[in-house]
């Protein structure tokens, strides 16, 4: 079955950076949408980032953009998300999620068929 492992989260103070991974395995990965969620204590899901099967094409949340940046390399089947002048409002758990089928960017969590167990992120004022 399809793995998704996060990896990178951990404590940071206001303004810090931090590095995200998932790394996916059983999985078509070049032919898949691979997208950022996070979920914060108390709080709905919410949409982070995506990233186009080819990486030609990225999306982001208004709370992120300029600050977050996602990439990928299908060749080790992995995406990841740069966050940088991280603050505390940022402090939430990330999960990675896969939309397979050269499928098109989407914001909707339901959208997406795979799941990662999340990786947490704490950022300190």
């Known amino acids: 079955q399809v793995q998704l492992v996060e990896s990178g989260g951990g404590v940071v103070q206001a303004g810090g950076s931090l590095r995200l991974s998932c790394a996916a395995s059983?999985?078509?990965?070049?032919?898949?949408?691979m997208g950022w969620f996070r979920q914060a204590p108390g709080k709905e899901r919410e949409f982070v980032a995506a990233i186009f099967w080819s990486g030609a094409i990225t999306d982001y949340a208004d709370s992120v953009k300029v600050r977050f940046t996602i990439s990928r390399d299908n060749a080790k089947n992995t995406v990841y998300l740069q966050m940088n002048s991280l603050k505390p409002e940022d402090t939430a758990v990330y999960y990675c999620?896969?939309?397979?089928?050269?499928?098109?960017?989407?914001?909707?969590?339901?959208?997406?068929?795979?799941w990662g167990q999340g990786t947490q992120v704490t950022v300190s004022s």
């Open positions: 059983r999985l078509t990965f070049s032919s898949a949408v």
């Open positions: 999620a896969a939309r397979g089928g050269y499928r098109s960017i989407s914001q909707t969590g339901d959208a997406y068929d795979y």
